[in-house]
Each structure stands twice: as C-alpha cells, then as structure tokens.
C-alpha cells in the first residue's frame, strides 16, 4: 500500500472501528473515577492521592476483561499506528514521579494534576483512531477540571472525579457512534 494521506486515513480509520473505538478503556477510565469520588467522601489529600495512585494499575486490567462484554478487543486490532497508541500510554506513565512529588507536597492539586495528566494520550489515540471525540475529550476534560478545581476548592475530591468519570462515558458512547459512522464512512469510501 502507497502511504498517501487517503490510505493512512482509511488505514487510522479502519484500526478504529477494529477495536471498536476501545471503548473498554474509557468504561474501564470511569469505574476507576467513580471510585475515587467515592473514596473522596472518606478521605482528602495525601491519602487519597495514595488510593489513587495505587488503583491506577487496575484500570488497564479492568478494560482488558471489558473487551469481551463491550465488544472492544482492542489487544486484537492490528495496524502499523498501533506503536503510537503504546507508546502514548507508557509515557503518560512518566508522569508518575511528578505525581508522587505533588501527592507528598501538594496534595489538593493531585486531583487536578491527575486528570490532566491521565489524559495526555487521548490525543495520540485521537490521531491513531482518526477520532474527533478523543480529541473532544482531552480539551473537554482539560477545561472542566480545571474549572471545577478552581471553582470548588472543597469538593476538589468528589466533584472531579466524578466530572471525569461522566466526562469517559460520554466519551464511550460518543465513540460508539463515531464507530457506526466510520464503518459507514468506510463501506461508502471503498466503492469508488
């Protein structure tokens, strides 16, 4: 295949509807939020950062047993942009040890910082997928926590999290639809 801009879309667009959008992540992203809302009704600062950063390592298991129930075997679908998407995951684990510092130093922020920074690759997923609602997804997210991080300080551990919990699955579902349209997108493209 001649690497044209056509090709590499079709290519991007075709490895997204094969895993379904990946939609298992993002409902896996949510369980994982809404949990931690509810742990912030029992506990703030260093404590919940802690939870935090310990429950961290259940998401991607959790979205790798949701695969089956939400038809998302995203571990199955191949493509040469595939190595983007890996490689955006494992950085946005680089962020860990600033995590740590904040956790320790600043623990109020940590709700803020981690919803930025667990979202940093919704953009790489967004090019690889060729899908607007990712990208929606990391600027809307951005903007709200930030929001609701300055405009209430002492819900800064509930009010977030949830925030970023709805903020997923509106993102799942909007990429179940965006995967019924570029399935038709690509049976339309592949007749002419």
Not at 57 to 64: C, D, E, K, S
Not at 123 to 144: D, E, F, N, T
Request: aromatic content about 12%.
């Amino acid at each position: 295949m001649d690497i044209t801009p056509e090709n590499l879309l079709r290519e991007r667009r075709r490895y997204f509807t094969a895993a379904n959008g990946g939609i298992a992540l993002p409902v896996a992203g949510a369980i994982y939020w809404i949990v931690l809302a509810a742990l912030g009704t029992q506990m703030q600062g260093n404590d919940w950062g802690v939870a935090a950063a310990m429950l961290s390592g259940a998401i991607f298991p959790l979205g790798f047993v949701l695969q089956w129930p939400l038809k998302s075997h995203f571990m199955r679908s191949k493509s040469p942009v595939s190595g983007a998407v890996w490689a955006a995951v494992i950085a946005i684990n680089f962020l860990w040890p600033v995590h740590f510092v904040i956790i320790s130093a600043i623990p109020a922020a940590a709700p803020l910082t981690l919803a930025i920074g667990m979202t940093l690759h919704w953009l790489v997923i967004g090019w690889a997928y060729a899908s607007r609602v990712c990208y929606g997804h990391a600027i809307a997210r951005l903007m709200v926590v930030t929001v609701l991080w300055y405009g209430f300080p002492e819900m800064r551990f509930t009010i977030l999290p949830l925030a970023v919990a709805g903020l997923y699955l509106l993102a799942a579902g909007g990429m179940r639809l965006e995967v019924n349209w570029t399935k038709a997108w690509l049976a339309r493209t592949s007749r002419t």
